[in-house]
T-cell receptor, first 113, second 110 residues
């Protein structure tokens, strides 16, 4: 139980394009999902908290107009990186909250050329 | 807000030995402490967790201890195996968001 999927697992895009990443809780409903960014050999950096049916809460320093989050259902949250640039290249990981626990997706490796 | 510190940042042990990773937290209101294992290129996987009403929890070769007074908790892995090699993250949460430690890269040498 408590499985979270992410799609795609890897994406390569050109600078200036937008990329959408999906996060799904497969066997439970999640009112709250989280989006993290992880640089090589570093810890998880929380970008935003996604609440079903309401606006996401962004961490300080994270541009909400650049990283668009939509949580339209209890099993799906999406992160759209708009006008991507090479500095946005990173490993993006989502998690879904069940009770106290966060269950993580497998991550999405984004490379912006 | 909550601040979680994790030590050591890297740990190398011989197969069969034990490994201990320690974390401290700052917010006395935190009451839930999970541990995650992250293998290269994958998302973190929950391996064990403990709540503040318990001092110790064990699951086969993995155990976690919690000292609420001192605000620290530890992960213990016994009889380590090469497949235990990964990055381990501790975390602490209460009413607010979960905060993670910086991670410990564990290497188990065969």
């Amino acid at each position: 139980g408590a499985v979270v999927s992410q799609h795609p697992s890897r994406v390569i895009c050109k600078s200036g394009t937008s990329v959408k990443i999906e996060c799904r809780s497969l066997d439970f409903q999640a009112t709250t999902m989280f989006w993290y960014r992880q640089f090589p050999k570093q810890s998880l950096m929380l970008m935003a908290t996604s609440n079903e049916g309401s606006k996401a809460t962004y961490e300080q320093g994270v541009e909400k107009d650049k990283f668009l989050i939509n949580h339209a259902s209890l099993t799906l949250s999406t992160l759209t990186v708009t006008s991507a640039h090479p500095e946005d290249s990173s490993f993006y990981i989502c998690s879904a909250k069940l009770g106290d626990t966060q269950y993580f997706g497998p991550g999405t490796r984004l490379t912006v050329l | 807000g909550e601040n979680v510190e994790q030590h050591p940042s890297t740990l190398s042990v011989q197969e069969g030995d034990s490994a201990v990773i320690k974390c401290t937290y700052s917010d006395s209101a935190s009451n839930y402490f999970p541990w995650y294992k992250q293998e290269l290129g994958k998302g973190p996987q929950l391996i064990i967790d403990i709540r503040s009403n318990v001092g110790e929890k064990k699951d086969q070769r993995i155990a976690v201890t919690l000292n609420k007074t001192a605000k620290h908790f530890s992960l213990h892995i016994t009889e380590t195996q090469p497949e235990d090699s990964a990055v381990y993250f501790c975390a602490a949460s209460g009413d607010n968001d979960m905060r993670f430690g910086a991670g410990t890269r564990l290497t188990v040498k065969p």
